[in-house]
Every structure is written in structure tokens, then in C-alpha cells.
């Protein structure tokens, strides 16, 4: 039996759309599972957006997954079911997380960035911030707010839609990479998309439509294409990047992270604590603590210094409560971007 690789680029209860080919020759084949590739997986998602796999062509002109390469890294959740706990795939083989936040309507959620900050950390995914909407705000605006994540190692991409700014910037970071796209509602991520890759068509809403809660959610996992703003150039080899819709890695469990572990998903904190006095300081209170000394000299943004808190000893109350927790996780992940 012949087959050919492919990449799934969307799955929709049971089926897997693959693209297969390259350039001109691209091709989108809808798939279903092979039965036998469930044996011996964990229970869990055989079959994930991001997967690369092997496909056969079916007489009917559908195709057939007949094997899926090892992930590199996936971004999992574990949801709960009686029959112990599903893991979940948001996303296999992710290159890197982009964040994307808007400079002004709505207001940056800072809090909510260093959260996927510390996601990325933990799952060992590079991170870019997207700040958009600087057309609201003016770039020296939006460098007052977002300006000092670069110093951190993330790299910050200053865009507006309206004004057609910092797009190449944004393709050029996406480009040969399988990026998984992800922030608040109203931000921007669709008008972004559709600015990147015209030809999308995804649905941008009114901003009166922004505050009402619950946007349209299906259970469809895609990708979309983005092509390199080098293209039919000598850079072009870097190749189109792929852009994932992955609204739940804000779900993404911090609940199996130990507290003392989250030192450690900051970048500017990691250095310092082995120069606390006390091995067991809780960054709070204590004498000779190098994270209040670096924050009293301004090394430390105090913003960040309260989610840390927030974070570290917020989230272990929350814990806590257990399994109340992880289920709510797994329940209303999905849509609580806009929760505060
Ligand atoms: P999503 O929920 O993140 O996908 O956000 P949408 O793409 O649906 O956009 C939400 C609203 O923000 C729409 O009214 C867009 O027209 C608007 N918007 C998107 N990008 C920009 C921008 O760069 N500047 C301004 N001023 N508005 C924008
Ligand atoms: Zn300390």
C-alpha cells in the first residue's frame, strides 16, 4: 500500500483533515484513523492537530492515517472522565507559543501574559509576545507596557491591523515554524490572521460584540497557513509557517507545578534565588532576600514580581481545593478567555 506524509492541520469529532505536498503541489486530504493505531497508546488523543503522519488514499477519495511520527513535545491536558484521567493534545510538535495581547481594548492582561509565560517556561516553549492595537496607543505607548519583556528573553512584536504595522515583522518570526497562537478575546488574533494570510476570511467581530461572553465555540482543533513575506526569495527557504488556534492552553495546568518550582518559570527571578539567605525563602518577607533586594533597586518589574506572588501563593490556595479545580479546568478551559 503506498502512502504519503502529511501534517493534520484540523480535526473535527473523529476526522483529520492532512496536508500533504509542497508549494503548488499542496494538497488537503480528509482522513480518518486507522482503528489499530489506538492500541497501546495511553488513553488519551491518538491523533493530534500538529501530528505528522502517513496517509493512504481510500478509492473514495478520502485517506486513511496509517502512522503518526513521535511527537517532539506536546502541549497536553489531562481531563478527568470516569475512566481516569483523558489526556488531552491542544497541540502536538509546537515550535513556539505567540502571545498576543492588545495595547488598549481591551486593556493588556498582564496578569494573564506571565501566566502563559510560566506555561511556556514549564513546557519548555519559546515564547513571542504580540502586542497589537498600537495604533490606539502609539508605539512609544505600547513600549511602556511591553517594553520590558524583551530584556526577559521574549521577543515583542509591536503590531496594528488598522495601520498595517509590524506584519512582516510578525510573518518573518512565524515563518517555517508551527506556531500556537493564543490570548484574550478581542485582541485582534483574527483581524491578525486574515492581515497575515489574506484569503482566510475568518470572521472578525464588532467590537460591541467583544463583551458578550461566548463566542460561537465548536470542537474544531486547525491550523492555518502563513506564508513567509520572503516568498520567491533566497530567505523563502525557511518556508510557510503554521499558525494553530489553541484557545485552551490557557488551561494548561498549572495545578501539577510545585510552588517552589515557579521561581524558576521567571526568567529574571531564576538567577537570584540562590542568593537568598534563607534556601526556604519564600520571596516575600525575609531578611537578605535577593528577589526584594533586586526589586527594591528596580531590577525586577514590579508588575511581574505580583504575579509571581499572585502565581506561587495565589494558585497553591486554589490547588488546594483539588479536584473542584481540575474540573473546572477541564470543563470550562476552553472558553474562559474571558474570565478575568
Ligand atoms: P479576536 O477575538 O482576538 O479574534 O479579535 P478580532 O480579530 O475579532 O478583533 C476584535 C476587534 O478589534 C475588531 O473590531 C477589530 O476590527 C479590532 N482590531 C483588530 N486589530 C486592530 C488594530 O490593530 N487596531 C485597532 N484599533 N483595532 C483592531
Ligand atoms: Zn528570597
Known amino acids: 500500500m503506498e502512502t504519503i506524509p502529511g501534517l493534520i492541520v484540523r480535526c ?10 509542497q508549494g503548488s ?7 480518518r ?3 489499530r493505531l489506538k492500541l497501546g497508546r495511553p488513553f488519551g488523543d491518538t491523533a493530534a492537530l500538529g501530528d505528522r503522519v502517513m496517509v493512504s488514499e481510500q478509492p473514495d477519495g478520502t485517506g486513511m492515517i496509517e502512522e503518526i511520527a513521535p511527537r517532539q513535545r506536546a502541549l497536553v491536558r489531562l481531563a478527568p472522565t470516569a475512566r481516569g484521567p483523558y489526556q488531552q493534545v491542544l497541540l502536538a510538535n509546537p515550535d513556539q507559543g505567540v502571545f498576543i495581547f492588545a495595547c488598549a481594548q481591551p486593556d493588556p492582561h498582564l496578569r494573564m501574559l506571565d501566566r502563559f509565560l510560566v506555561i511556556a517556561e514549564k513546557q519548555n516553549l519559546p515564547a513571542v509576545i ?4 498600537v495604533d490606539l496607543v502609539g508605539l ?6 511591553f517594553g ?3 530584556p526577559l528573553g521574549y521577543p515583542v512584536i509591536y503590531t496594528s491591523v488598522r495601520q498595517e504595522l509590524g506584519l512582516d515583522e510578525l510573518r518573518r518570526i512565524l515563518a517555517g515554524k508551527l506556531s500556537c497562537f493564543t490570548g484574550p478575546s478581542g485582541v485582534g488574533k483574527s483581524s ?7 484569503g482566510l476570511g475568518l470572521a472578525v467581530r464588532d467590537v460591541s460584540e467583544i463583551t458578550r461572553k461566548g463566542r460561537h465555540t465548536t470542537n474544531v482543533r486547525q491550523m492555518f497557513r502563513v506564508e513567509s513575506p520572503d516568498a520567491g526569495t533566497a530567505e523563502a527557504a525557511s518556508g510557510s509557517g503554521y499558525v494553530a488556534d489553541t484557545p485552551g492552553i490557557r ?3 498549572l495545578w501539577d507545578t510545585q510552588p517552589e518550582e515557579i521561581d524558576g518559570y521567571f526568567p529574571e527571578l531564576r538567577p537570584l534565588v540562590q542568593h537568598c539567605a534563607f534556601n526556604d525563602c519564600t520571596h516575600r518577607h525575609e531578611p537578605g532576600c535577593a528577589v526584594l533586594r533586586a526589586l527594591a533597586e528596580a531590577q525586577i518589574h514590579p508588575e511581574r514580581y505580583r504575579s509571581y506572588l499572585r502565581l506561587r501563593y495565589g494558585e497553591a490556595e486554589e490547588r488546594e481545593k483539588g479536584t473542584h479545580h481540575r474540573w473546572r479546568e477541564a470543563h470550562h478551559g476552553e472558553h474562559g478567555e474571558n474570565e478575568p
Not at 512609544?140 to 507596557?145: K, T, V
Open 33 to 35: 484513523l486507522r482503528g
Open 12 to 21: 473535527q469529532s473523529g476526522f483529520y483533515t492532512v496536508e500533504t505536498g
Open 251 to 253: 488551561s494548561l495546568a
Open 140 to 145: 512609544d505607548g505600547a513600549r511602556g507596557i
Open 192 to 198: 491578525l490572521l486574515n492581515a497575515l494570510q489574506p
Open 25 to 31: 503541489g499542496v494538497r488537503r486530504l480528509v482522513c
Open 148 to 150: 520590558h519583556y524583551a
Open 130 to 133: 504580540v502586542a497589537n492595537k
